[in-house]
């Protein structure tokens, strides 16, 4: 079964940093791209990250361009979201998702492999 399990959340003040955790286990995601998406209070989710396994190539959201880092080790299975200069629009639930995309690495919907979520909340 696979599992994909986000960790890091919590509450910062704006212009602090956090690193969120995706664990994934249960298949080998070699060729696989994996992704940060977000969603807000009454807002539709969104592509925050992504990171090929193996290329190291990465793409960013244009609201988080030169603020978030996203990195694998893969000898842990784990990808990381480092989150620097939070701002109170940076709140949101932040999901881990994986997937083999074949238009573009932001569509949700081209993801197959979901977390549960994990809450990141900025305050002003």
């Known amino acids: 079964q696979v599992q994909l399990v986000e960790s890091g959340g919590g509450l910062v003040q704006a212009g602090g940093s956090l690193r969120l955790s995706c664990a994934a286990s249960?298949?080998?995601?070699?060729?696989?791209?994996m992704a940060w998406f977000r969603q807000g209070p009454v807002k539709e989710r969104e592509f925050v990250a992504a990171?090929?396994?193996?290329?190291?190539?990465?793409s960013y959201g244009d609201s988080v361009k030169g603020r978030f880092t996203i990195s694998r080790n893969n000898a842990k299975n784990t990808v990381y979201l480092q989150m620097n200069s939070l701002k109170p629009e940076d709140t949101a639930v932040y999901y881990c998702?994986?997937?083999?995309?074949?238009?573009?690495?932001?569509?949700?919907?081209?993801?197959?492999?979901w977390g549960q979520g994990t809450q990141v909340t900025v305050s002003s």
């Open positions: 998702a994986g997937g083999r995309p074949s238009r573009w690495w932001g569509a949700s919907d081209e993801y197959n492999y």
């Open positions: 249960g298949r080998t995601f070699s060729t696989y791209v």
């Open positions: 990171i090929t396994w193996t290329g190291g190539s990465t």
